[in-house]
């Protein structure tokens, strides 16, 4: 016998047996269902009011469960965790006699079966290990590159291999306007993305580089680029989210590619992954050369050539700006960069604003967007 709850599209299904065995260990006492009735629905939750016998007493208890149809930043299973942790939390250190207490947060396995989850102190992942022996991480060949100054045929190889990872990923589609909109609204606000990079550097009034009035104008262009973009779900692809070549894309010796640490979200927009590699190149010929040219050059070019020739996906140069604004901030950051010199970093902070300042990018411009004041 199971117990099926109805929220909005999704119907969960609890095994009648299984969720007494779990309120029998939450009380300390044997629990029985006596019925579940949904009581209401929102945009955010839906409510269901549990009757059960415990021990010799009837009680009865809420379970509310997050929609993640709706949108609101609640469309994955790991965001309506994270809703239904903090919940849980404020409720029960709300001042006394102000709030019903939260018994607990509890989660559905694939098996059916139910695990408590509301004592939860930290959550940890456990997967396996990658040999750093057997692979290594790509940004190992870009420094080989660049001490030696010219492409030879593995560079072009791994290249080639890149651009048919990413793209063969792209092309797994879904239509999901709220995704697409949360994928661009988080590439403004998230905490790893645009504003919380920002937030993330040092005072920058102690910095030579850049200044508290330039950042303000790269987050107000960066939200004039979201209401831009937005709206253009028929984009939304599955992504890896954060596609860089420091530990996140290995190779073994073989040539064989693992691409770990996917992050973020599951479908948003291409170029994030597109920016997230190639600013690479556009950064280590600035960071070992102080400027743009080959053969980073010649690998973009590489990349962009076999990418775009599979994907077809001419629109990307019109949303590219403000993921390669992102990307440029990251690299430019003091703290994860600490080495590169202020001419350097001046020069990445230009091509960041100056991507900003136009329509569409092109390639065939990166040293005028790197070398330009803007």
């Known amino acids: 016998m199971s117990l099926k709850l109805e929220v909005g599209p999704t119907i969960l299904k ?3 047996k299984n969720m007494e065995n779990y309120l029998t260990s939450l009380f300390n006492k044997p629990v029985k269902i006596i019925s579940i009735k949904k009581l209401g629905e929102g945009f955010h939750n ?5 009757l059960i016998k415990k021990g010799k007493k009837d009680a009865e208890f809420i379970i509310r469960v997050v929609r993640g149809d709706t949108g609101w930043g609640h469309d994955y299973v790991s965001d309506r965790a994270s809703t239904l942790l903090l919940q849980h939390r404020l409720l029960n250190i709300a001042p006394k006699h102000t709030a019903r207490r939260s018994l607990d947060v509890f989660a559905i396995l694939k098996n059916g079966e139910i695990v408590s989850l509301g004592n939860s102190i930290e959550f940890l992942n456990l997967a396996e290990k ?3 022996k057997k692979w290594r991480p790509y940004s190992e060949d870009l420094f080989e590159i660049a001490k030696r100054g010219f492409l030879n045929e593995k560079d072009i190889k791994r290249c080639c291999i890149i651009a048919d990872y990413i793209s063969n990923l792209h092309s797994v589609k879904i239509k999901n306007e709220n995704l697409y909109k949360r994928h661009i609204r988080d590439l403004i606000g998230h905490g790893e993305m645009i504003m919380g990079v920002i937030d993330t550097y040092p005072n920058p009034e102690e910095l030579n580089f850049t200044s508290k009035e330039e950042l303000m104008k790269i987050e107000v262009k960066a939200v004039e680029w979201r209401n831009r973009i937005k709206y253009l779900s028929h984009r939304l692809s599955r992504i890896h989210g954060d596609f860089h070549p420091f530990g996140n894309i290995l190779f073994n010796k073989n040539d064989k590619m693992l691409a770990i640490d996917q992050s973020r979200e599951e479908y948003g927009e291409p170029a994030d992954d597109v920016t997230s ?7 280590f010929s600035v960071w070992h050369y102080g400027e743009y040219k080959k053969p980073f050059s010649d690998l973009l070019e590489i990349f962009f050539e076999r990418y775009f020739k599979k994907t077809k996906d001419e629109e990307m140069f019109k949303v590219m700006a403000p993921f390669y604004a992102f990307r440029g901030l990251v ?3 003091p703290l994860y960069y600490p080495d590169l010199n202020s001419f350097k970093r001046r020069k990445i902070l230009n091509f960041v604003v100056n991507v900003l300042n136009i329509d569409e990018f092109d390639p065939s411009k990166i040293t005028s967007y790197l070398e330009k004041a803007p």
């Not at 839906?46 to 549990?50: M, N, T, Y």
Request: charged letters at 5%; hydrophobic letters at 60%; glycine letters at 0%.
């Open 130 to 132: 990658v040999s750093l």
């Open 14 to 16: 609890l095994k009648t």
């Open 277 to 283: 590699l190639t600013i690479n190149y556009i950064f």
């Open 46 to 50: 839906a409510v269901f009011s549990i």
């Open 331 to 333: 690299v430019a950051h």
